[in-house]
């Protein structure tokens, strides 16, 4: 694909708009420990710490899981941000050590900086290619904010097929709905801040002082999967 036709497929890429609300990247609980090895005996039970609804949990609903069954999580997130980023390897430590668990992301589109990043995220998912969330989480750290350049040496190296990518990018229903869906769901939820947890589509997580080790999250985890 020459330079001019990636440029014009990625202007209307940043062209393309959607409903907006007001939305933050904000920082979740911060667990230290986020070894999948850690001493069994240092984790926190459900039974030390008493979880409270509307303390270190609230009620969400209408989460769409997308065919996920239970236990499982769903992840709102936006690739640019800072707190989400951090949190990668503590969600990679909770699914180490909770490989029951499913995982379902969803990716942020509130504002028109974020649509774009969504429209990266959901083509690659439909592409199958979801598993290149990692390498493009590393390249937004690197990067803070991605360049058409950026882009497309990203797609090149990961050899993904460009004109089918901007195809699905441009046109594909798909992508907008899920795009409508997160923000839908986020803003009936009042779900104000990115990274953002919920378990089994009915729990969000909220930050606390008491989630303050990756056993405290996951005894938070393991309370809300089984309620």
Same mark, same amino acid.
């Given at each position: 694909m020459?330079?001019?036709?990636y440029?014009?497929?990625?202007?209307?890429l940043?062209?393309?708009?959607?409903v907006?609300?007001?939305?933050?990247?904000?920082?979740?609980?911060?667990?230290?420990?986020t %070894?999948?090895?850690?001493?069994?005996?240092? *984790?926190?039970?459900?039974d030390?710490?008493?979880?409270?609804?509307?303390?270190?949990?609230?009620? @969400?609903e209408?989460?769409?899981?997308?065919?996920?069954?239970p236990p !499982?999580?769903v992840?709102?997130?936006?690739?640019? /941000? +800072?707190? /989400?980023? +951090? !949190?990668?390897?503590?969600?990679?430590a909770i699914?180490?050590?909770?490989?029951?668990? %499913?995982l379902?992301?969803?990716h942020? #589109? #509130? @504002?028109? *900086?974020?649509?774009t990043? #969504?429209?990266i995220?959901?083509?690659?998912?439909?592409?199958?290619l979801?598993?290149?969330t990692?390498?493009?989480?590393?390249?937004?750290?690197?990067?803070?904010q991605l360049?058409?350049?950026?882009? +497309?040496q990203?797609? $090149?190296?990961?050899q @993904?097929?460009?004109k089918?990518f901007?195809?699905?990018a441009?046109?594909?229903? +798909?992508?907008?709905e899920k795009m409508?869906r997160? #923000?839908?769901?986020m803003? &009936?939820n $009042?779900?104000?801040?990115?990274?953002?947890? @919920?378990?089994?589509?009915r729990?969000?997580?909220?930050p606390?002082?008491?989630?303050?080790?990756?056993?405290?999250?996951?005894?938070l985890? &393991?309370?809300?999967?089984?309620?």
């Amino acid at each position: 694909m020459s330079t001019k036709i990636y440029l014009t497929h990625y202007a209307k890429l940043l062209a393309v708009a959607s409903v907006s609300l007001l939305l933050a990247c904000s920082e979740p609980a911060k667990p230290e420990n986020t %070894s999948a090895g850690a001493d069994k005996s240092q *984790q926190i039970s459900p039974d030390t710490v008493r979880f409270q609804q509307d303390v270190h949990y609230k009620l @969400v609903e209408n989460i769409d899981a997308e065919n996920a069954k239970p236990p !499982f999580l769903v992840e709102y997130f936006w690739f640019g /941000c +800072q707190h /989400c980023q +951090q !949190f990668e390897p503590v969600l990679e430590a909770i699914m180490l050590r909770r490989p029951e668990l %499913s995982l379902v992301r969803k990716h942020a #589109a #509130a @504002v028109p *900086q974020w649509q774009t990043d #969504a429209r990266i995220f959901y083509s690659l998912q439909q592409m199958g290619l979801e598993h290149l969330t990692a390498p493009l989480f590393k390249l937004y750290e690197e990067k803070r904010q991605l360049t058409p350049l950026d882009l +497309q040496q990203f797609l $090149t190296t990961h050899q @993904v097929d460009q004109k089918a990518f901007f195809d699905i990018a441009e046109n594909s229903e +798909q992508v907008v709905e899920k795009m409508r869906r997160s #923000a839908r769901e986020m803003q &009936d939820n $009042t779900i104000r801040g990115v990274p953002a947890l @919920v378990v089994n589509g009915r729990y969000l997580i909220t930050p606390n002082e008491d989630i303050n080790s990756l056993d405290a999250y996951l005894a938070l985890i &393991d309370y809300l999967r089984t309620k």
